[in-house]
């Protein structure tokens, strides 16, 4: 009984009531609803919904017990939907402004474009496949913002892709669109390329904006963040941390006995003790973000945009044209590249 309390318990203090769980299924059931209904608003909700959530979720990560969490979002989904969300109220913002749309340019338009694209239906969709802790507890808003963070994004892209006209015709301020014709997901020469080249594709800006991110992230756990949580001071005396990070909080959920196990040949006493003391060196870290790299780059590659494509565009032609024709409209060809009508592989989209 006295356990059962305590969960209990622990489960009121993380939210779970019911109000919380009614306000988490009804918001899952509206956003359902308004990405079959109205996909063209979709990015309002991701817009307006993690406005609120991600600085709530900041707000528990700050006051988390024993350390501080806060450099959690220094994580690369954390990021990347930083830049989604800033990016997106900056172009409601020069829509505003300019309508015209020349405030920002196509070119930059379409680069942001393409490498949001390869982000959210690359890595951060395959997050939402590999990682444990991506879930749908609908009382707890730590958890249901990690699944938005991962979910939300790849939702609104592919309202991008398949309801461009839609999204064009309710926000023509906004969103411009003028370059969907020419969208591609490899480089034009073939899916293998140098980091930093094919910028005429999703998954050449795809990569750059990982390494955009990797790059400063590494020198900053290098110089500071490896040793912010560590339990023992250089002089070998015990010290009290303050500030926890992903790598830290990773490593202690078992994968530090995989690198010392597969890796380092490290014998299991001593892992155990380096995650009771959060005392991994750099070598831990430099597996760990050689690692994480080498996923993240495999996701943004490994086409998984295209798990729309070779189901949805045949159905999706179908039910557009009908649409077009019950409107008196001429149909329009959601697909310039017949091979892909056809089952082909050849990625390329075509759009109204």
């Known amino acids: 009984m006295g356990l059962i309390e305590g969960v209990s318990s622990k489960r009121m203090s993380e ?4 109000f919380n769980f009614s ?5 899952c059931l509206f956003i359902a609803y308004v990405f079959g209904a109205h996909p063209e608003h979709i990015w309002l909700i991701y817009l307006v919904e993690g406005s609120y959530m991600i600085p709530r ?6 006051h988390a017990r024993p350390m501080n969490q806060a450099l959690y979002y220094l994580d690369f989904c954390w990021c ?7 990016l997106i109220a900056l172009l409601m913002l020069c829509g505003a402004l300019a309508p015209d749309g020349g405030m920002v340019s196509d070119v930059a338009r379409e680069a942001f474009f393409n490498a949001l694209m390869g982000v959210a239906c690359g890595a951060l969709l395959g997050a939402n496949i590999v990682l444990p802790f991506v879930a749908c ?6 958890t249901m913002t990690g699944l938005f963070i991962h979910l939300m994004p790849p939702m609104v892209m592919y309202t991008f892709m398949w309801h461009s006209r839609d999204i064009r015709a309710a926000w023509p301020n906004i969103f411009h669109l003028s370059f969907m014709d020419n969208v591609h997901y490899f480089p034009r020469e ?20 990982y390494w955009l991110w990797w790059i400063p992230y590494v020198c900053f ?12 001071s250089p002089d070998g005396t015990s010290k009290t941390p303050k500030w926890d990070t992903v790598f830290h909080s990773t490593m202690r959920q078992g994968v530090c006995i995989t690198i010392g196990k597969v890796f380092r040949g490290r014998p299991r006493g001593v892992s155990l003790q380096q995650m009771e003391e959060n005392n991994f060196d750099e070598i831990d870290f430099f597996i760990y973000g050689l690692s994480h790299a080498r996923g993240a780059v495999i996701l943004l590659l490994h086409r998984l945009p295209l798990l729309f494509e070779p ?23 959601i697909l310039h590249n017949e091979n892909v009508l056809q089952g082909g592989e050849e990625a390329v989209w075509g759009h109204p």
């Open 15 to 18: 939210g779970f009531n019911e």
């Open 190 to 209: 073939g899916p293998f390329f140098v980091p930093g080249s094919g910028l005429d594709s999703v998954a050449g800006n795809a990569v750059v904006f």
């Open 57 to 62: 979720k900041f707000y528990n990560m700050w």
């Open 80 to 86: 990347m939907n930083f830049t989604a969300i800033f």
């Open 311 to 333: 189901m949805l565009p045949p159905v999706h032609a179908r039910v557009r044209g009908l649409a077009d024709r019950e409107a008196g409209r001429e149909p329009v060809h």
């Open 23 to 27: 306000a988490g299924v009804l918001n």
């Open 137 to 142: 507890v609908f009382h707890d808003v730590n």
């Open 221 to 232: 756990m290098l110089l500071f963040g490896i040793d912010l949580p560590k339990n023992i």
